[in-house]
């Protein structure tokens, strides 16, 4: 259970690098409690779509990884990316991305940013 916590928490910040870095990575609401809550809930979302369905993805594409030496992580990334994106609007959350370029470098920003602090927070179970 704190596995899950700690990787919660490290994608919600994640995804407020990422936020706040692009402009067309959005987040809106009133408050910044409701923005925090917005964040954590987006976040759930994104580790069910890791979870749930790129490996799915992966196993499917898994020629173009090869093919590409692993660079076609970063695309695998940036329709999960989408995904959440497009699940939160069906979910009624305020958080959308635009445009296809913009999720692959939010993803980059996603994966070395959910990286460092996976380093630096504790991962017990």
Same mark, same amino acid.
């Given at each position: 259970m704190?596995?899950?916590?700690v990787k919660t928490?490290?994608?919600?910040?994640?995804?407020a690098?990422?936020?706040?870095?692009?402009?067309?990575?959005t987040?809106?609401?009133?408050?910044?409690? @409701?923005k925090? &809550?917005?964040?954590? =809930?987006?976040?759930l979302v994104f580790?069910?779509?890791?979870? $749930?369905?790129?490996? +799915? /993805?992966q196993?499917?594409?898994?020629?173009?990884?090869?093919?590409t030496?692993?660079?076609?992580t970063?695309?695998?990334?940036?329709?999960?990316?989408?995904?959440?994106s497009?699940l939160a609007? @069906?979910?009624d &959350?305020?958080?959308h =991305?635009?445009?296809?370029?913009?999720?692959?470098?939010?993803? $980059?920003?996603?994966? +070395? /940013?959910?990286?460092?602090l996976?380093?630096?927070?504790?991962?017990?179970?």
């Amino acid at each position: 259970m704190k596995n899950f916590l700690v990787k919660t928490i490290a994608n919600a910040g994640a995804l407020a690098v990422a936020v706040w870095l692009l402009d067309k990575i959005t987040l809106t609401g009133g408050s910044t409690g @409701k923005k925090v &809550l917005t964040l954590i =809930v987006v976040a759930l979302v994104f580790g069910l779509v890791n979870f $749930l369905v790129k490996p +799915i /993805v992966q196993v499917l594409t898994f020629p173009l990884f090869i093919l590409t030496l692993g660079l076609f992580t970063l695309i695998v990334n940036a329709l999960m990316l989408l995904l959440t994106s497009w699940l939160a609007d @069906k979910l009624d &959350l305020s958080f959308h =991305v635009e445009g296809f370029w913009t999720a692959v470098l939010g993803g $980059l920003i996603i994966s +070395i /940013v959910s990286w460092a602090l996976h380093m630096v927070l504790p991962d017990e179970d």
